[in-house]
């Protein structure tokens, strides 16, 4: 930390003039209770008191199921929003990833801190990048959005599904079950596992997932104390970049069972929005990209999403529905 760094702390926490005691919820993976203990450390240096409270998720207790199968929207969350919601704990992290773009009556998204990286690494069992690959190599991943924009581009490959944390996806590597599993970059590094990495995915070839990268703090509406003591995690770009991907998602209604996908970038004073949508198989790709105001990222997130309409994503969408 600089000196202008460190001095701007200072003051944050000399800002800091009711210091509270906050029971903090969390998935129990051991990147969640990462990114819980980093936002944690953060409160705990304002002077804060915090207590982590792990909660267990459905798509915790339920590791082997393909995601779909068990109700895409929330099985991250729910759990935890509901015990939030009863006032059991007082904040909730989450991979905003997770984070269904309906909101949930009660609750807000109080704070978005500044956004790792938002790319997917491809880690191979034998140091091959993804264009060398052997035709017919198997990747693992647990990723409607991955498989058919991995397909759309090879579509000799076999991708299988993987789940599990990272930890488990790397050991099933490790142990021959597959050739390559695909990863997301930050997950990687807060884990300290970047050295795993083989390879940095080009957007070309795989595009984000809505909010990968970026940590979505949760309060309940009316709980202002907290959301004064949560203030000093608000990044501004990470904040629009990730709402005008939201926005997206939310107009083209594709929820987590249809591979779409968004990349959100502040540039100076504009805010950058790429979409993809694509078709279960991968056969089918349509893109759209905008540029727009960084103070208005909804109204940029419906343009692209319009764009992509506009090509046909309806039809693709409701193809991934019922796949």
Avoid: Y
């Amino acid at each position: 930390m600089t000196r202008s760094e460190d001095a701007g702390f200072q003051d944050e926490i000399e800002d800091a003039s009711t210091l509270m005691k906050l029971r903090l919820g969390t998935r129990a993976s051991a990147l969640a209770r990462w990114q819980a203990e980093w936002v944690a450390g953060r409160l705990v240096a304002l002077g804060h008191e915090v207590k982590l409270v792990p909660i267990a998720t459905t798509g915790d207790q339920d590791r082997e199921s393909p995601i779909e199968t068990i109700g895409a929207q929330g099985v991250f969350t729910k759990e935890i929003q509901r015990v939030l919601l009863d006032g059991r704990i007082d904040v909730a992290v989450h991979s905003l990833k997770d984070l269904s773009t309906e909101p949930v009556p009660g609750l807000c998204l109080v704070a978005v801190p500044e956004r790792a990286s938002a790319a997917d690494a491809l880690v191979s069992r034998e140091g091959d990048s993804f264009e060398a690959l052997p035709a017919g190599a198997t990747i693992g991943t647990g990723s409607l959005r991955r498989r058919a924009q991995l397909l759309n581009v090879r579509p000799d490959l076999r991708v299988l599904d993987l789940r599990g944390n990272v930890e488990t996806r790397l050991a099933k590597l490790a142990a021959g079950g597959f050739d390559a599993v695909v990863l997301a970059e930050a997950g990687l590094d807060r884990l300290g596992l970047s050295d795993r990495i083989t390879q940095i995915l080009p957007c070309e070839i795989v595009l984000p997932a809505v909010g990968q990268g970026a940590l979505g703090i949760e309060a309940r509406s009316d709980d202002e104390a907290t959301h004064a003591a949560l203030a000093v995690l608000e990044h501004g770009p990470s904040r629009a970049a990730v709402a005008a991907e939201r926005a997206m998602l939310a107009a083209l209604e594709g929820g987590c069972l249809a591979p779409i996908a968004a990349w959100g970038r502040v540039e100076g004073e504009s805010l950058t929005l790429a979409g993809r949508v694509l078709s279960p198989d991968g056969a089918r790709r349509l893109d759209a990209a905008r540029l727009g105001p960084v103070d208005d990222p909804e109204a940029l997130g419906r343009r692209v999403a319009e764009a992509l309409l506009a090509q046909g994503a309806g039809e693709l969408i409701r193809e991934g529905r019922g796949r």
